[in-house]
């Protein structure tokens, strides 16, 4: 917010500017602010001219994108931002990446930096104004081994451009123990040692101009400057426990309602002692109330508990009609439940805008392993849902030429079709996943056995026109690995290089079968096929006639098709 962090981020923006040092190190503990001061700082030097904002890369593991998590792509997405903003180096990034290059963007950080930035950045020697890049919440990244080489990279880079690493993150073991941590080579400020009546102050006047500037705030007289100053100290120094309070606050209709619900949160965490206790109490507070027994029915809050349990498991972002869809719930139901959580969730008025997220990832920490029993959900209470759902949802829409195909020659679509809804995207993309992820996978043997194998050739129909159908090999050894019947998947895990340009139909789907290893002989493509074609419904309006004989070694055998319509002709 305008008027708030602004000692640190003149702080930044001096350092920038007059400093040597290339590497800058915004520390911090959870919930302290980090991501809204470099969303501040990138604001602030992307108006400044004699700054060129090279590109930013926000870490989550709370949005639900994996690759928002995938170190490997923090570099390549740097260099793309800087490209866009800057010809010179456009023009060497693209010499860099040739088609002999070996495809940079997919190797680890160590082979990634030369051709990405270091080469391509002899381009901007000349260029008088110091290139800043912005990498948020590395601590927020899944992998920790290619984190740490990441960080080792950024402090050994050299360039003849003047180049500066803005990065930010919790104060981490793996972190700690890497180079960035030298302060005599790089400018650390930790967050959370800051004075605490500096960040009271900005606290308060966050609360305050949030209080005043709500659309249904009213005339302000249901809070005072009192109100204001007790719930920033007992923020603690934790912007998301005064973000977190005040959503709860605000989220009511009438002044009374909220005057209520203010003295409510000021006498209910006046105790709080603990570093984490603040923001944990708020989260109690807003879950306690959601499951007032009182004023909400228990099967009610079993759902409520379920739909906060997929969210925090869901492995993409999902919308409101998505996730019903998705656990079999009237729209209208799952709205419900969200309603009682929008202090502690993101729901958009749109109904079908994937963006349901937690506000905050410590939100995830504290719901399975911190809070008290009687809020306290079990982790796996999400991953059985949408493994569930996505079988389920697979069964019921998975059909012959589910992509409405009007021909067998004509490409996938560039954007993905009207009718492959989002709910049915998420689980083709993600259904072994979270089964995987059951304590008891073979709980779902019988429904991948009956229902998802008749129709494996109509997932990879999908697969293909979302263009994902490289992942479908190793989706399905990870099934073949996971459920305890293999439910012959294992015929079909080498998917042939053209399969993804075009929508083949199921009919065409069946490729993958003649294209794997060319020493397997063809009865063996047989028998898995026959297997496969035994598994389909009896309706289903097509059949595949002549495998021909192909030595071993050669190309792949023509496949002679044979297609009868539902009309017999």
């Known amino acids: 917010m305008l008027g708030t962090r602004t000692d640190v981020l003149h702080k930044f923006v001096e350092w920038v500017r007059n400093d040597p040092k290339s590497i800058f190190w915004l ?32 870490c989550s593991r709370t949005v639900s994108d994996e690759a928002r998590a995938d170190v490997r792509r923090i570099l390549p997405t740097l260099a793309a931002l800087l490209a866009e903003r800057s010809p010179a180096f456009a023009v060497e990034l693209a010499a860099e990446l040739k088609p002999s290059s070996g495809g940079a963007a ?67 073991t793996h972190i700690l123990g890497s180079p960035i941590s030298d302060r005599t080579q790089n400018e650390i400020l930790q967050l959370h040692l800051i004075e605490p009546l500096e960040v009271t102050k900005d606290i308060s006047l966050y609360i305050d101009r949030t209080f005043h500037q709500h659309p249904l705030a009213g005339s302000g007289a249901w809070y005072s400057d009192a109100n204001v100053r007790a719930l920033a100290t007992l923020s603690n120094g934790l912007f998301i426990f005064a973000s977190t309070a005040v959503a709860y606050i ?7 309602d ?68 998705l656990l079999r719930r009237k729209t209208d139901v799952v709205r419900a439940s969200l309603r009682r959580l929008r202090a502690v969730v993101h729901v958009s008025d749109v109904l079908d805008e994937p963006n349901l997220r937690t506000l905050h990832a410590s939100f995830g920490d504290y719901l399975f392993e911190r809070a008290a029993l009687g809020v306290r959900i079990d982790r796996s209470l999400g991953e059985d849902a949408l493994a569930r759902g996505c079988l389920q949802l697979m069964t019921a829409r998975l059909h012959f030429n589910v992509a409405q195909s009007r021909s067998s020659y004509e490409p996938n679509a ?16 993600q259904w ?11 709980i779902l043997d019988v429904e991948i056995q009956d229902n998802f194998a008749p129709r494996l050739l109509f997932w990879l129909e999908v697969m293909s026109v979302l263009g994902q159908v490289r992942r479908a090999p190793a989706m399905l050894l990870l099934a073949a690995a996971t459920v305890c019947n293999e439910v012959h998947v294992r015929g079909i895990t080498h998917s042939p290089r053209r399969l993804g340009q075009f929508n083949y139909h199921n009919f065409f789907a069946m490729l993958p079968l003649l294209w794997h290893r060319p020493e397997r002989r063809l009865s ?46």
Request: glycine share 4%.
């Open 432 to 442: 072994i996943y979270h089964t995987s992820g059951l304590p008891e996978t073979w």
């Open 106 to 172: 997919y190797k680890p950080a160590s082979e990634q930096i030369g051709p990405l930035l270091q080469r391509p950045l002899t381009a901007l020697a000349s260029e008088y104004r110091p290139v800043v890049f912005v990498i948020d919440a590395l601590d927020e990244c899944n992998n920790e081994r290619e984190l740490s080489e990441l960080l080792k990279v950024i402090a050994t880079f050299t360039s003849s451009a003047r180049v500066k690493f803005i990065l930010t993150s919790r104060p981490e």
């Open 250 to 256: 605000l989220d009511s209709e009438t002044e009374e």
């Open 258 to 325: 909220r005057t209520d619900r203010l003295q409510t949160a000021l006498s209910a965490m006046k105790d709080s002692k603990v570093a984490t206790g603040p923001l944990d109490d708020v989260y109690e507070l807003v879950l306690t109330r959601a499951s007032n027994k009182a004023k909400v029915e228990p099967r009610e809050l079993v759902k409520t508990h379920e739909v906060l349990a997929c969210i925090l498991a869901a492995r993409m972002p999902l919308s409101v009609n998505a996730l019903a869809q």
């Open 414 to 429: 560039s954007v993905k079709p009207d009718c492959i809804s989002l709910s049915l995207e998420y689980a083709c993309l």
């Open 27 to 58: 520390a911090g503990m959870a919930g302290t602010g980090k991501t809204s001061i470099s969303v501040s700082l990138c604001r602030m030097l992307q108006g400044d001219s004699d700054v060129l904002l090279g590109g930013t890369f926000f």
């Open 524 to 569: 063996e493509v047989q028998r898995t096929s026959t297997f496969l074609l035994s598994r389909l419904p009896r309706r289903t309006p097509w059949c595949i006639r002549n495998f021909p004989r192909s030595a071993a070694g050669s190309s792949p055998p023509k496949l002679r098709v044979s297609i009868v319509t539902a009309d017999g002709s």
